[in-house]
């Protein structure tokens, strides 16, 4: 077995058992989401998998076009399915593996020196980037194609593009616009330097992102869901609208920047600095290398820029371009012994720091606020047990839909994966269900965003008539009010009562 073998073995090793470690280090999983996920993967092995209908969101656009953003990803999702809630933690061990894997990979291909150490580095640089890692979701598998494609459009391997822009867009609809982006960047500096279109390349991205945007069932249906999610809720929030959006749609504020990010703020503004200093060694690089400097660069910035301006969800991309770029300038950039030394010095500190810090206060999210894997389980149970197939539930919070669609397809639920959908359907339903979600309300809600008493409705007519719903969930430390108003309620009738979650039904 030759030398380079068991350099590739031990590498691909190591970040196996980093992942490992991580995943395993406590039974719950950091995102809701994930339980959605798998809940498709199951109704498309079920069903069949060109049958995306939804009919278990019926009061969202989700629900009434019938298709899938993340096709792709629940598809990959399906041999994990088979395993039930063991097949999501071996599901994220994989993908995460997988994703500090590539960036390796793709770190030696361009020559980095310590290549072990930039994907470990990538990995703790701070709590919000480690538990973007273990998240089972088509992010993660962004994390994997993205410097896949990065590399193949600087060195011009046109199937790589091809097929590293077609996996982003189908696993991730949302993501179409990534591809284009890099490529554009690329392109750029390409024409720039070389006085040439590129035009291989941006022929192989359109094409990917075109075959994995229309490789999916009911395709103009998906590109609908695109621009409710995207462009809609951008100028939605932007607007000011007072949705439930996500934390990871708000932007990155200055005082976690500096708390979580520090080190590697430092090194990534250490590095543009030494860019500056020593831009006239660039002429000595390759072609190749030097493209890959100024477009990661360009992109670190892009993307940093993009989570302090508009959204957080971009750190991640901020922080692979930013390990790339600086991998970069130490590598092939620093020629003077003395400055790499001190760079080397720096690195190292910042990752001993950053493994301490990231690894223990990411795992005591997970500890503490991570989604257990019998979250919701007893109410989703007892609903599916208990109720007619088809009864509307209504689901107080939109992430406990994951979770209760995890275990039970056999209700239909109010809300779920993104207001925004909730809201694109039919805004007045959508604010009668914002106001009891938000504990604002108890015995009458309102269908506008701003209410007078003379719009307010009984809550009791509002769940019969317009959601149809015949029985309530809820957790009972999200909601005191509306529980307390249902308790004392004679209309509502309590079902089931556990530690933290409660099912009534309405009469």
Not at 44 to 56: A, C, D, K, S, V
Not at 248 to 266: D, G, M, Y
Not at 334 to 342: H, L, R, V
Request: charged content about 15%; glycine content about 6%; hydrophobic content about 50%.
């Amino acid at each position: 077995m030759s030398a380079q073998y068991n350099n590739w073995l031990i590498g691909a090793a190591l970040f196996l058992l980093l992942s490992t470690i991580f995943h395993l280090a406590s039974p719950n999983i950091v995102d809701s989401d994930s339980f959605y996920y798998f809940g498709q993967a199951t109704a498309l092995r079920e069903h069949g998998i060109f049958n995306t209908n939804f009919p278990w969101l019926p009061y969202s656009k989700i629900g009434e076009l019938s298709s899938s953003l993340w096709y792709g990803f629940s598809l990959l999702m399906i041999p994990f399915s088979y395993l039930g809630f063991m097949g999501v933690k071996i599901a994220g061990i994989f993908l995460t593996a997988s994703a500090l894997t590539a960036i390796w990979v793709i770190l030696k291909k361009i020559g980095a020196k310590m290549p072990n150490l930039w994907p470990v580095f990538l990995f703790f640089i701070s709590p919000n980037v480690l538990t973007q890692f273990l998240m089972i979701r088509p992010q993660t598998v962004s994390l994997i194609t993205i410097p896949i494609l990065f590399y193949f459009l600087m060195s011009g391997g046109i199937l790589g593009i091809l097929i590293a822009s077609f996996i982003i867009t189908w696993t991730h609809l949302n993501f179409l616009w990534m591809p284009i982006l890099i490529m554009g960047i690329i392109a750029i500096i390409k024409m720039w330097r070389e006085k040439i279109i590129p035009w291989q390349e941006i022929t192989a991205v359109f094409g990917g992102v075109l075959a994995g945007w229309l490789l999916r069932p009911q395709a103009l249906n998906a590109i609908k869901l695109f621009y409710i999610q995207v462009v809609q809720q951008i100028l939605e929030k932007q607007g000011g609208l007072p949705l439930l959006f996500g934390e990871e749609n708000f932007p990155l504020s200055i005082t976690v920047l500096f708390k979580n990010f520090l080190p590697f703020l430092i090194l990534w503004l250490a590095s543009i600095y030494l860019f500056y200093k020593y831009r006239g060694h660039i002429k000595n690089l390759t072609n190749n290398i030097a493209i890959a400097i100024y477009s990661s660069g360009a992109l670190s910035l892009i993307f940093f820029l993009f989570s302090i301006l508009v959204a957080r969800r971009a750190y991640n991309l901020w922080a692979e371009f930013g390990i790339i770029f600086i991998a970069l300038i130490f590598s092939h950039l620093i020629n003077k012994p003395t400055t790499q030394e001190a760079f080397k010095f720096a690195v190292i500190i910042a990752l001993i720091f950053s493994i301490f810090y990231s690894g223990i206060k990411a795992n005591n999210v997970m500890r503490k606020n991570g989604y257990p894997p019998h979250h919701l389980q007893e109410a989703a149970l007892w609903l599916k047990n208990n109720t007619q197939a088809g009864d509307i539930v209504f689901n107080l919070h939109w992430p406990d839909f994951s979770p209760l669609f995890f275990w039970n397809q056999t209700n239909y639920y109010t809300g779920g994966l993104d207001p925004i959908f909730q809201y694109s359907y039919n805004p007045s339903l959508y604010w009668k269900f914002h106001y009891l979600a938000t504990d604002q309300v108890t015995s009458k809600t309102c269908g506008a965003e701003a209410c007078t008493e003379e719009m307010l409705e009984d809550t009791y007519e509002v769940l019969r008539r317009d959601f149809q719903a015949r029985y309530i969930v809820l957790i009972k430390a999200e909601n005191p009010a509306v529980y307390y108003f249902l308790k004392n309620d004679p209309r509502f009738e309590e079902k089931l009562d556990t530690k933290k979650e409660v099912v009534y039904l309405i009469k």
